[in-house]
Each structure stands twice: as structure tokens, then as C-alpha cells.
């Protein structure tokens, strides 16, 4: 039995995500979740909510039963309703997690480096099947939501991995030195760093052997005469 084509949407992501933030509206608002009263909120036609359902689903959006958002579309709705990217950014995050196909392509993203736009549309074909109706449509919704969830960036048809969003795994940058430490030298570990008190606001420090003889004492006093007379 041929495998059913991917349930692509019939519409852009302006109005799939005015949809979401009206779903997040009637199910935190306690209405009845009905894709009439969703339609209603949104302001748009009953037929877009229930052709673009499918594809919702099958990126995580809305809950496999259809009747409810799952964790990352309530997010994104949270994220939507109250303008908090904050909130999209982490809707965006985990719908990629849970989604094989974004979770692939960002994979791919990452380890080329460098992916044209022609090669995402194609590297997406592979692995769905074919361009059947809607592919054009959702796949760049897609791509649409790498790059809002700033794990992607796209400039002159390339896309590339976000500068401010590389994974550790990814890309190890070198970590900087610790800054040394005032740590006594070989030849100075044996010594005693005494403070002398030279005036109300100055003290000099000297670096004296642990037993002094006598004579180097008296040999220091006289070279301080010396330096100072």
C-alpha cells in the first residue's frame, strides 16, 4: 500500500499562525475548542483551520488527537497571543525537537555549514516523498521556522546556523586561559614576604630567608644606608 502523501498545509504561515494564537485563545479562555469558534477568534475561514490541522499535527503543534495544543503549541500560542519572543523562541525549539523533518534539515544546516535554499526544497523532497501539492507552501514554512526559532539564519538564497545559536557539539570555540596566579617561583618558595610599614599610607615588602644569619642582616641594613643616605 503506497505510503499517504505528507500532510502538507493549504496555507502561509501568516494565517497558520493566526490560527495557533486563536487555539490558544478559546482553550485557555474556557470555551468549547471547536475549529467554528477557532475560525471566529482568528478571522478566517472554518476551512483553513480544518485543511491545515493535519499539518499542524504532524509538526507538533496540535496534539495527534486534533482536539488540543500540545506543550510546544501552547508556547508558540502564549508566545504569539502576548507578542513574547521569548515565548515563540521556545515554542519554535521544541516543535523542532519533536519534528524528524526540521530536526534533520537543522542537522544537515549544521553540519554542511552552508545550505542553498534550492538544496533545502530538495533535501526536504527526499525525505517526504516527492513534491506533492503543498510542498512549496510548506516547506517554506519550514524554513520559516528555523529561522524564527534562531537556530537558522538565511542571507542571498544560503541558509546558515545562527552565530548566536550554535550547539556545543556543533562547534567547540577555544576557551581562554585562566589568569595565572601570583604564585611563588622555584627560587622564591622558600621565602618569607614580610611587610615593613614605611610611612601611615605605604608599605614596602622584603623577601627574606626563612633563617637569616647574622651577617646578611647586617649586610641588608648597610646596603638600605647606602640606598637612601
Known amino acids: 500500500m503506497p505510503e499517504a502523501p505528507y500532510p502538507w498545509p493549504r496555507n502561509s504561515w501568516t494565517i497558520l499562525s493566526k490560527i495557533i494564537r486563536a487555539w490558544f485563545s478559546v482553550e485557555t479562555g474556557g470555551s468549547d475548542v471547536t475549529q467554528k469558534r477557532i475560525a471566529e477568534v482568528a478571522k478566517v475561514q472554518q476551512s483553513q483551520v480544518s485543511t491545515n490541522k493535519a499539518f499542524l499535527q504532524a509538526i507538533n503543534i496540535v496534539s495527534k488527537d486534533g482536539t488540543s495544543l500540545t506543550e510546544a503549541g501552547k508556547r508558540l500560542g502564549i508566545g504569539l497571543y502576548n507578542d513574547n519572543e521569548g515565548m515563540r523562541r521556545q515554542g519554535f525549539e521544541l516543535i523542532i525537537r519533536a519534528t ?3 530536526k534533520d534539515m537543522l542537522e544537515i544546516v549544521r553540519g554542511r555549514g552552508a545550505l542553498k535554499t534550492d538544496d533545502f526544497f530538495d ?4 525525505r517526504v516523498g516527492g513534491k506533492t501539492e503543498g510542498f512549496v507552501t510548506g516547506t517554506a514554512i519550514l524554513l520559516q521556522i528555523l529561522t524564527l526559532s534562531g537556530t537558522a539564519e538565511i542571507a542571498d538564497n544560503t541558509i546558515r546556523p545562527s552565530k548566536s545559536n550554535v550547539p556545543e557539539q556543533t562547534f567547540h570555540s577555544e576557551k581562554e586561559p585562566p589568569p595565572a596566579e601570583n604564585k611563588p617561583t622555584q627560587g622564591s618558595a622558600a621565602l618569607n614576604r ?4 614605611v610611612s601611615t599610607n605605604s608599605v614596602w615588602y ?3 630567608g626563612k633563617e637569616p644569619k647574622p651577617e646578611e642582616i ?9 640606598m637612601f643616605s
Open 123 to 126: 533535501e526536504v523532497a527526499l
Open 206 to 208: 622584603i623577601e627574606v
Open 218 to 226: 647586617q649586610k641588608f641594613l648597610e646596603m638600605q644606608k647606602l
Open 194 to 197: 614580610i611587610p615593613i610599614a
Open 100 to 102: 524528524p523533518i526540521l
